[in-house]
């Protein structure tokens, strides 16, 4: 493996995070430029022809699944848990990277967050659309999705407030909004950059009305700055505790392999490290097809590729728990549900999991192969992949073998289960195809707050006013 | 209004403004300026407060909601357990006090701002378009006791601005 050409060997000790030069001018040109001037590209048109048609596919998979019902899944006792709720998992915990980075980044002062918060932000949005397809369509009859609120209604019944699974309701649900509101104030100022720069009618009517008269004035800033804020305070408890609630999902129950105090922190922890990985493989060729290399830099990925390590350690140590706790607890049931998973029928997949999972990522300790992003790509989806496979873990795995051995299974996804999955990952990417092309990927505001200039030079200004 | 190249400039010229009596005006820039808010004498902590409220709302009513519907409203015998679990209540009021903290962040940043406002006088001004992309400016209201068109204009091209434009209502 050698280094690539382009970093030079002390990269990550004093590089900026903007490359040196930029103005006002040409970071909002550079960005807006994206959205305005370059038309449609040929690269982003295959890309989302090839989304849009798995979108397609997952019309079609749910509009079956609606006409014949829950029997084409693969689901069925003692499995009656499989990919829809895998998968429901996979996507909740992938979009989680993107409010730690927008959040609890910000409230850590860490200035890096500011080029990738934005496409970060839409990340989370579009998985968490990706996410709450699966419950519903679990639920055999989803058009009664809405008897999951409370709301008074002719049958005088409630929903059961003690359950984890109306907790999920509520965590989701307000994960979602929260999520939302923070990308649309985030994208208020550059909606009204676009209004300013558009030069076609319907580009002003649109960005204008989105910016809803956004003009900049210094106490509409004052305020927008509390705001945002709060909304990041508001959202750093709230992103832990939504993994916390879909690990209760789990964890209140008495199946072996699902009952652990571990859980809320090692999904949340597993969350972070889905999110990264995925914002690395976002990132990775975004900022090369549409030459953001200035803004989003090698400094940027070697932060991410860190802050996944850190937390793939979190998740290694966790599986290590559940093996120690199986075998300290002196529980059968415990104890077979880790041989079972090192030895039964479904091992091989395990041992995937701890090779994507713990094994791999380990190459992140060198800080070449950090700078490489043909590496640090290839990781960051074998870690997409290692996580997908720890949520099919504990979720089939546990069921398959119940209590008694009467009523053990197997379990295995059928073509609707795949044709649903894939069919989601056609949604994310259709919707994040959209979003590049209409929406500045990048906070052009926040990063002119980067630019030298942006600072306001204490002493001529004392000059000047005395 | 003037119109400025860089934040420093701004708040030169806010300064100057303020020292030579002027009261009313308001400042337009590209990015948040701290210092510019300060100069102002731009003091609003309505914000906070409104989310703390929401928050507390938040709180109490999805404790309640649990509660009541729980307790009184629909309450279900599981093996004599106890009815009022309150623990169990929790992640509920948890998540309606992030909800409706955040909801009172956003509507009452939008309400406080006066948004959605498409129409105001500013951007009557040509180069106006530039204060979302690289320029700052400074406008002296009319409602100023001491403003006064050609008084105030005057002074505008003491303060070394780019430009100076007359906001048209």
């Known amino acids: 493996m050698s280094p690539p050409p382009t970093s030079p060997p002390d990269v990550t000790v004093r590089q900026p995070f903007i490359e040196p030069g930029h103005t006002f001018e040409s970071v909002t040109d550079k960005i807006g430029a994206i959205v305005l001037d370059q038309g449609v590209r040929r690269g982003w048109l295959i890309g989302f022809t090839i989304s849009f048609a798995l979108l397609m596919l997952l019309l079609f998979a749910l509009t079956n699944l609606v006409a014949q019902g829950i029997g084409i899944w693969g689901i069925n006792v003692p499995v009656a848990w499989g990919f829809d709720i895998v998968n429901f998992v996979w996507w909740i915990g992938i979009g989680h990277a993107g409010t730690l980075i927008s959040a609890i980044l910000l409230l850590l002062r860490q200035q890096w967050r500011t080029s990738i918060n934005r496409f970060a932000e839409a990340m989370t949005l579009f998985a968490v659309a990706c996410a709450g397809i699966y419950p519903i369509a679990h639920l055999g009859r989803p058009w009664l999705a809405y008897w999951l609120f409370p709301y008074p209604n002719t049958m005088g019944m409630w929903p059961n407030f003690r359950s984890p699974l109306v907790w999920d309701v509520f965590a989701v649900s307000t994960y979602a909004t929260v999520s939302f509101m923070f990308w649309f104030v985030g994208l208020i100022p550059d909606l009204a950059t676009l209004r300013d720069r558009s030069e076609s009618r319907v580009g002003r009517f649109i960005y204008g009305m989105l910016a809803m008269g956004w003009r900049g004035s210094a106490l509409h800033w004052h305020r927008y700055e509390t705001a945002y804020l709060l909304l990041a305070g508001l959202s750093t408890p709230l992103v832990v505790s939504v993994h916390t609630i879909v690990s209760f999902d789990f964890a209140v129950s008495v199946v072996p392999g699902w009952h652990a105090t571990i859980f809320p922190p090692y999904f949340v922890a597993g969350a972070i490290y889905a999110g990264f990985a995925m914002v690395l493989t976002l990132a990775i060729p975004l900022r090369r097809y549409y030459g953001l290399q200035d803004f989003i830099t090698l400094r940027h990925l070697d932060n991410m590729a860190r802050v996944m390590l850190a937390t793939g350690l979190v998740v290694a140590y966790g599986y290590m728990m559940e093996t120690f706790v199986a075998w300290y607890s002196a529980s059968n049931y415990e104890a077979f549900m880790v041989t079972n998973r090192f030895f039964g029928p479904y091992n091989k997949l395990y041992w995937a999991l701890i090779f994507c999972n713990v094994i791999a990522p380990q190459v992140l300790w060198f800080k070449k192969l950090r700078l490489h992003q043909g590496w640090l790509f290839l990781t960051s989806i074998i870690v997409s992949i290692g996580m997908w496979l720890e949520r099919y873990i504990i979720i089939v795995v546990s069921l398959h073998r119940d209590f008694l051995p009467s009523s053990w299974g197997m379990y295995a996804g059928t073509r609707w289960d795949w044709a649903t999955f894939v069919g989601t990952m056609g949604l994310f990417m259709s919707l994040l195809f959209l979003f590049i092309r209409f929406l500045p990927m990048i906070s052009i505001f926040e990063m002119r707050t980067m630019v030298p200039d942006a600072k306001v030079d204490e002493d001529a200004h004392a000059g000047g006013a005395h | ?169």
């Open chain 2, 1 to 169: 209004m003037a119109e400025f190249g860089t934040p420093t400039a701004l708040v030169a010229a806010i300064h100057k403004a303020r020292a030579a009596g002027y009261r009313t005006m308001d400042a337009y820039s590209p990015i948040p300026v701290e210092e510019v808010a300060e100069a102002l004498h731009i003091h609003d902590r309505k914000l906070p407060l409104l989310v703390l409220i929401g928050g507390i709302v938040g709180c109490i009513g999805g404790f309640a909601l649990a509660t009541w519907t729980s307790v009184v409203d629909y309450p279900i015998n599981v093996g004599g357990r106890p009815l009022f679990s309150w623990p169990s209540f929790i992640p509920i009021t948890f998540e309606c006090t992030v909800l409706v903290a955040a909801l009172s962040a956003v509507l009452g940043l939008l309400a406080l701002n006066g948004l959605p406002m498409p129409y105001h006088p500013v951007f009557n001004v040509p180069q106006f378009a530039l204060a979302t992309r690289e320029k700052f400016f400074l406008c002296i209201e009319a409602t100023d006791p001491q403003f006064d068109l050609k008084e105030t204009r005057r002074f505008l091209e003491t303060l070394e601005a780019l430009s100076i434009a007359e906001v048209e209502d």
